[in-house]
């Protein structure tokens, strides 16, 4: 893999080229920004760069030599990652909800050994932020070997939760910031990973997924769209004296089709090995959303919030211009194909009930992130929904 494979990110990029150019890493980096937008390509490409053969001074991985090869098969000895201590074994995937003491202790030991193949030993850490959660041994343990680093190690973290790290660990670790991608830069990879759908459909995608391309290529392929569609209506009908359905609907609609995924994962046997090569990988289900059936509808209920989100700004939008979009206004809505949608919020909610709205929606995310649970969250958000729809009427 070389540079081209990562879209946009041209500032992170630049730094992480001249870090290949001059050999003057940091022993340990923290790639950090939204879900989606390159992180673990980006750590991937790094580390190809690293374990190559070439002579020193290139800022890319040639692609030919034997270091390569291995990489891209999987197999070079010098590249560490998560293992699993369970009877299953394998990999520990990204969504995980934690990283286990063990696994840090496998990772910790294997960068202790000298390299095999090559200059030194590069360990993967996705989502680091589940080194720290809810438990102190792994931070800890993994902390040690980032106080004092053998010299032929490099450790790469990615996070799109970097708040969840201890402070400890982020400061003794070189942050390389990720942005979310222009909408541009997301209608063009969606253009080379999703040829096969059409130039409107992908603008759409484009348009609702907040640049992220993971997220766009989900909207594109996968259930995503069918669920938008559920929380479009559903919020379309919101009706005072009914508010709590709406609650019930997001919920039911997360158990049912969070068993359904549980389900088709176990049948299809995905290992954790190819979802961390699958391209759309971090698009993917977050972490936390691991192999278990309720991780699996924690997913689909953030994704749900995460549309009623978009629709709530969309109406705020709205409201604040009055309730109505003239032809340019309409640009400023996120989920440009739902003006009327917009509209409707704007009058029903009033700017005032829109914030509130909005402010009840991101709770509720913060809420499932926290695992409270789904049917408490939904009850929770569709009673603040209907409060906020009294103050703006
Ligand atoms: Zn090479």
């Known amino acids: 893999m070389n540079w081209d494979a990562l879209l946009g990110q041209e500032p992170a990029k630049r730094y992480l080229r001249s870090v290949l150019a001059t050999g003057r890493r940091a022993h340990a980096y923290l790639f950090k920004g939204p879900v989606g937008v390159g992180k673990r390509t980006a750590a991937g490409i790094f580390a190809q760069a690293l374990l190559c053969e070439q002579p020193a001074g290139k800022d890319t991985a040639c692609g030919r030599c034997k270091a390569c090869r291995c990489f891209l098969a999987g197999t070079h000895p010098d590249l560490i990652r998560l293992r699993k201590f369970t009877e299953a074994g394998g990999e520990v995937g990204a969504h995980e909800p934690v990283i286990r003491l063990e696994t840090v202790q496998y990772v910790c030991e294997q960068l202790h050994r000298s390299p095999m ?49 201890l402070e400890t660990i982020v400061s003794r670790v ?32 484009a348009a609702l997924a907040d640049g992220s391309l993971g997220q766009a290529l989900e909207l594109l392929t996968g259930d995503l769209r069918n669920w938008r569609a559920m929380v479009l209506s559903g919020l379309e009908k919101l009706d005072p004296r009914e508010g709590l359905q709406f609650g019930l609907m997001l919920w039911t609609l997360a158990d049912a089709e ?57 109406g705020l939008v709205c409201a604040a211009v009055g309730g109505t979009l003239q032809p340019p206004q309409s640009a400023l809505l996120l989920q440009p194909d739902q003006q009327h949608l917009a509209q409707t919020l704007a009058r029903r909610f009033g700017d005032v009930g829109c914030q509130k709205a909005l402010a009840a929606v991101r709770e509720a995310l913060l809420a499932v992130r926290l695992y409270v649970r789904g049917d408490v969250v939904g009850r929770a958000l569709a009673g603040k929904l209907v409060e906020a729809m009294s103050t703006g009427a």
């Open 174 to 205: 070189q942050a390389v910031q990720f942005r979310r991608l222009a909408a541009g830069e997301v209608r063009a990879g969606l253009a080379s990973l999703a040829a096969a759908k059409s130039e409107t459909e992908r603008d759409l995608a």
């Open 117 to 165: 193949m090559a200059r030194q030993r590069v360990a993967l850490v996705p989502e680091a932020q589940r080194l720290c959660r809810g438990q102190a041994e792994p931070a800890n343990a993994f902390l040690k070997t980032l106080e004092e680093p053998p010299p032929a190690a490099a450790i790469i973290l990615t996070s799109s939760q970097p708040e969840g790290l």
């Open 258 to 314: 969070g068993k359904r995924l549980f389900q088709a994962k176990k049948e299809s046997g995905a290992s954790a090995a190819d979802e961390e090569l699958s391209p759309d990988d971090e698009s993917g289900a977050g972490e936390g959303a691991a192999k278990t059936e309720a991780g699996w509808k924690r997913y689909v209920l953030q994704r749900l919030l995460e549309v009623c989100e978009l629709c709530f700004r969309d």
